[in-house]
């Protein structure tokens, strides 16, 4: 069973959690970035936060926006707007970091508002057209869904920062033809 | 029924898995045990401590078991207090060796814990 | 059994160390070199791996132990000769232990058979010894318990040699257990009492007759006797069911009674005792009788010893030995945790306590400022206690030295110093791994063959030196051999070849010598055996870097190399400074800093192409604009308004790192940027400060490499590994 008695929700929740009725159905969470809609498997959200400051980390691209104190621990905090190509967030105190962990690795991501939690099943995912769909570059798409027409991104966690974090073939290749 | 004192057991080894197992078993049945690592220490030990038994391991460095079972029967506290040889082998050199030296008596490793009970028992009590 | 499961894991553990002790044994044994003591520590090794592994049922350790252990105790009583083959036999016995007891542990079959060699091995040494094989081990056989539910009437005899007690045995309890066994009526037989002038008083002249009812086999009535029955009388003997049992005369127990007159003779007052128990187990209160006036019995100096006795507690072992105790690490671990979360913590609460107005609150500063003392001592204390030295990370390179030794056909010897350099845990463990590169290197690519080094004049023999020492705040440790040092156009023809440099390039001879660092690099014509398998020294230089280490190499064509690797002595809890540039802030290591100052603008100086130098302490210092080097706007860039960190690299060179301010000294617990994020150059972690945001431990020796791209972008291909060192 997923874990929304662990979400430390912050941000606006709306709409009631869709219990998964059958095993077929993944639970996820849904949150906003401008007028687009990205969902995330619950599995792998530690949490959600409001935004605190950063700590810049130098050199990096935009959408790096630096690290946090999170318990002790120090991750690193993207802007999924800027990630996507959308610019810089204007941040507030009324944003929401969503914290993930994929593997051993835990990061936060800067979204405007957290939209709800839904549950899915595997057959309603339509796999994302290979070309580039609005902001998104498709390979870090898990796939499309559709409720009440809104079109809801599901964001493949573990592609997503790969190559920021060197966790992918591509950063080792880079590093040697440099 | 019981007597009221706990008998008390001094087991000298120097593998400390030897000591647990023994000490484990023992104190289920309600002894109170000691440990010592090797025969010099163990003389320590019985320096500061009055057991009612010597279970002793032959192979130790520093102090072997046979050594250690003839110095404390040339001791006059330990002249006869029961001393139990650890074997690995039922082997009939070493028991006789062992007896000689002034063991009681002795048991095989590895163990079965309700015999080791049981020898303690016939020894001490 | 079942119960003694829970102590495989100590048995593992304790195997482990055996082990240790075993191969360091047999490393230095020798036909010349024979100590008869580490010989018996290394039987002992293997007998206690083979006894522990009886209790759980390893019965193929078991048997291989013994073979192994056969041989070993010819060794010790000089049975066996120490030759050549035999210690490389019982080297590889104690891998084959090794193998096992891996097995054992992971409840995987090992392959069959293949132990047979060595174990064939064994035997033959084992042959040559002047006495047979020792017998195999009997398994321990349980007493049987026939299946017998008949009651029968079993008749004892027993007669006690006199000199019985000197051995420890006493009556009393042999026949206290056959009262378990079943109802008894015991019988004492006084006939054999001297009188009291001739009675000695610690030998034994009664014997009794036990009358047993009782399920039990004769197997078990046996048992009981099982110590005295080689030099004592011992008679069993079955009756039939109904037969008559003898009872105990009237006249033998008024005998009895009248000859125990005086008090503390043991055997008159334990006749008394005996005699008064009558079908049944003997009334606690005789027991205590008996017990109590038996001086030759510990029991009554038991009791007053209890009173003070300290009970071995479960958990912590007592001093066994040596003023040690056996601690979880886990706890340590823990603790260790718990106190850099204090120092963080204490931090935050001296950050509070500044904004407090000045002259007030006194004795709180006071008490604070003790606080800091003690939390600082504390973390020293704490950290100390997983210090470990790096003698268990050198103690396991003899043995790679010997076997390289042997596989490349190079004679090596391998000379240690400063085993003792301590070292926090975290860091020992991640030493191995380049420790090992850095030697198969040396062995495999910079020693040359035996023949080679003659006709050039060299010793037939190889030296390796491996030393560490603490330098600077931080454990550098080299490896040396006095081989042919780097190939360098053979190095600088692979890096063209692979695309790593560019052809025509003019590289100094360091840059050309750390191009085997760069990732993608093996001198390697064919893959050997050895160094190919699996790691080049990148890869060693990519781990030693994402521990904040840094790894260099130094050659002499037709000398040797030497490697340095250098290490943060912990990977915990730093003493550092913390500085701003911009809104930004850093922590830099205490250790690194020579001092801080403000230039005044005639110490600067600019140079052509070249970065700002300034003019400190006698010598010219490059300056290090931090604001340049991560992109930090709104700093200040006049060096001369902001301040100049002088910071002292590995190499002993030194930077001016030019800041906005040096807020203060603090403490600082040192926490991963990479276990979430990446590596980032120049920065070698990060912490929480005291208003729990993050800061960047800079790391002095990446920031000079960083400052040196940006000044010439031209040679950064090769810059991007290499640490430019000065000349030799």
């Known amino acids: 069973m997923s874990k929304p008695s662990s979400l430390a929700t912050i941000g606006s929740v709306r709409g009631d959690v869709v219990a998964a009725a059958n095993t077929n159905e993944e639970q996820y969470v849904t949150f906003t970035v401008g007028n687009e809609e990205y969902g995330v498997n619950i599995l792998s959200v530690r949490e959600i936060r409001g935004w605190t400051p ?86 870090y798409l898990s796939g499309l869904f559709t409720a009440e027409n809104r079109m809801v991104t599901l964001l493949d966690v573990a592609r997503l920062f790969a190559v920021e974090t060197g966790d992918d073939e591509h950063s080792n290749q880079r590093a040697l033809v440099n | ?77 330990y002249r006869t207090t029961p001393i139990l040889m650890l074997t690995t082998e039922a082997d009939d050199k070493k028991k006789a060796e062992g007896r000689a030296a002034g063991a009681t008596g002795w048991i095989v490793k590895p163990f079965d814990p309700s015999k080791l009970i049981s020898v303690v028992q016939k020894v001490c009590g | 059994m079942e119960d003694l499961q829970q102590f495989k894991q100590t048995y593992f553990d304790e195997s482990g160390e055996f082990l240790a002790v075993a191969e360091a044994g047999l490393l230095r044994l ?13 039987f002992r090794a293997v007998h206690s791996i083979k006894g522990g592994g009886g209790a759980f049922g390893f019965s193929e350790l078991v048997a291989f132990a013994h073979e192994f252990e056969t041989v070993m105790d010819g060794v010790r009583s000089c049975t066996i000769a120490v030759t050549d083959a035999l210690v490389n036999t019982l080297i590889r016995a104690n891998d084959i232990l090794a193998q096992l007891l891996a097995h054992a542990r992971d409840g995987t079959k090992p392959e069959l058979g293949f132990a047979d060699p060595v174990v064939v091995a064994l035997r033959h040494h084992a042959q040559t ?66 009188t009291l002038a001739h009675l000695e008083p610690e030998l034994l002249y009664l014997q009794w007759l036990v009358t047993l009812t009782t399920d039990a086999s004769l197997v078990d009535i046996q048992d009981v006797f099982e110590f005295v029955s ?133 004795e709180l500063l006071e008490g604070l400022e003790q606080l800091a003392q003690h939390t600082r001592e504390l973390r020293e204390s704490v950290m100390s206690i997983r210090a470990q030295p790096v003698s268990s990370v050198f103690s396991r390179m003899p043995r790679l030295v010997r076997e390289l030794s042997s596989e490349t056909g190079k004679d090596v010897v391998l000379i240690t110093a400063g085993e003792n350099t301590e070292v926090d845990k975290t860091v020992v463990e991640n030493l191995v ?224 790192l030019v800041v906005d301010e040096v807020l203060g000294q603090q403490q600082v617990v040192i926490k991963s940027l990479e276990s979430n994020y990446r590596r980032l150059d120049g920065v070698a972690a990060a912490t929480i400060l005291g208003d729990g945001r993050v800061a960047l431990i800079l790391d002095v020796a990446g920031l000079q490499e960083m400052s040196q791209h940006a000044r010439s972008p031209a040679s950064r291909s090769v810059a991007d590994a290499a640490i430019q060192l000065p000349a030799l």
């Open chain 1, 54 to 139: 950063e700590s810049r980390l130098p050199n990096l691209p935009d959408y790096v926006r630096g690290v946090i104190n999170l318990r002790g621990i120090i991750i690193p905090i993207f802007d999924l707007r800027a990630r996507f190509g959308g610019g810089t967030t204007e941040v507030t105190k009324r944003h929401v970091v969503v914290v993930v962990q994929v593997g051993e690795r835990t990061r936060g991501i800067l979204v405007d508002a957290i939209s709800d939690i839904l549950a899915i099943s595997r057959d309603q995912i339509k796999s994302p057209p290979t070309m580039e769909t609005g902001m998104v570059d498709s390979q």
């Open chain 2, 1 to 77: 029924m019981e007597a009221v004192v706990k008998k008390k057991v001094l087991t000298v080894d120097d593998s400390r898995t030897m000591r647990e197992m023994v000490a484990f078993t023992l104190k289920g049945a309600g002894y109170e045990v000691v440990e010592a690592n090797d025969g010099q220490h163990a003389l320590t030990v019985l320096g500061n401590d009055k057991v009612d038994l010597v279970i002793a391991d032959l192979n130790m460095p520093i102090m072997d078991g046979l050594t250690l079972i003839r110095k404390l029967r040339a001791t006059p506290q």
């Open chain 3, 30 to 42: 020798a036909p010349g070199n024979v100590d008869l003591d580490e010989v018996n520590a290394i």
């Open chain 3, 129 to 194: 010894a002047a006495d047979a094989v020792q017998e195999s081990p009997a398994p321990s056989t349980p007493a049987t318990n026939l299946p017998e539910t008949v009651s029968r009437v079993v008749t004892v005899r027993f007669q006690p040699k006199a000199d019985l007690l000197m051995t420890g045995n006493d009556p009393t309890f042999m026949l206290r257990a056959l009262t378990h066994l079943g109802t008894a009526e015991i019988e004492c037989d006084v006939g054999g009492l001297p």
């Open chain 3, 230 to 362: 080689d030099d004592s009388l011992v008679e069993i003997t079955e009756h039939s069911a109904d037969g008559a049992s003898p009872t105990a005369s009237p006249s033998e127990t008024d005998e009895a009674a009248g000859g125990a007159v005086t008090p503390g003779l043991a055997p008159a007052t334990r006749t008394e005792a005996t005699v008064a128990t009558v079908a049944g187990a003997a009334s606690p209160s005789q027991l205590a009788l008996y017990e109590a006036s038996a001086p030759a019995l510990a029991a009554g100096d038991s009791k007053a010893a209890a009173g003070k006795s300290s009970t071995a507690g479960d958990g912590a072992h007592l001093n066994l030995g040596g003023h040690t105790i056996r601690v979880d690490l886990d706890k340590i671990d823990r603790l260790v945790n718990m106190v850099g979360e204090m120092v963080i913590t204490q931090a935050m609460v001296a950050e509070h306590v500044r904004d407090l107005p000045p002259g007030q609150f006194q």
């Open chain 3, 433 to 656: 791994d380049p420790l090992t590169h850095m030697i198969r290197n040396s062995i495999d690519h910079g020693l040359e063959k035996p023949d080679d080094r003659e006709a050039v004049g060299k010793p037939r023999t190889g030296t390796v030196h491996l030393s560490a020492q603490h330098r600077s705040g931080r454990i550098v440790i080299e490896v040396a051999d006095d081989g042919r040092g780097i190939d360098r156009p053979k190095v600088l023809q692979t890096a063209i070849k692979r695309g790593l440099v560019q052809p025509g390039i003019n590289l100094s001879d360091e840059e050309i010598d750390n191009l085997i660092f760069v990732p993608g690099f093996s001198t390697a014509d064919k893959i050997s055996n050895i160094s190919g398998r699996g790691v080049g020294m990148d890869v060693v230089r990519r781990n030693v870097s994402n521990l904040g280490g840094r790894i260099g190499v130094y050659s002499a064509p037709g000398q040797g190399s030497r490697f340095v690797l250098s290490l943060p002595l912990t990977l915990a809890v730093l003493d550092g400074m913390v500085i701003s540039v911009g809104l930004e802030r850093f922590v830099l290591p205490l250790t690194n800093i020579v001092e801080s100052l403000r230039p005044k603008a005639t110490d600067l100086h600019g140079l052509v192409n070249r970065c700002d130098v300034m003019m400190a302490r006698g010598e010219y210092v490059r300056l290090v604009y931090l604001h340049q080097l991560f992109g930090i706007p709104d700093a200040i860039v006049d060096a001369t308004k902001g301040l100049v960190v002088l910071v002292e690299t590995e190499d002993g060179g030194r930077l001016g």
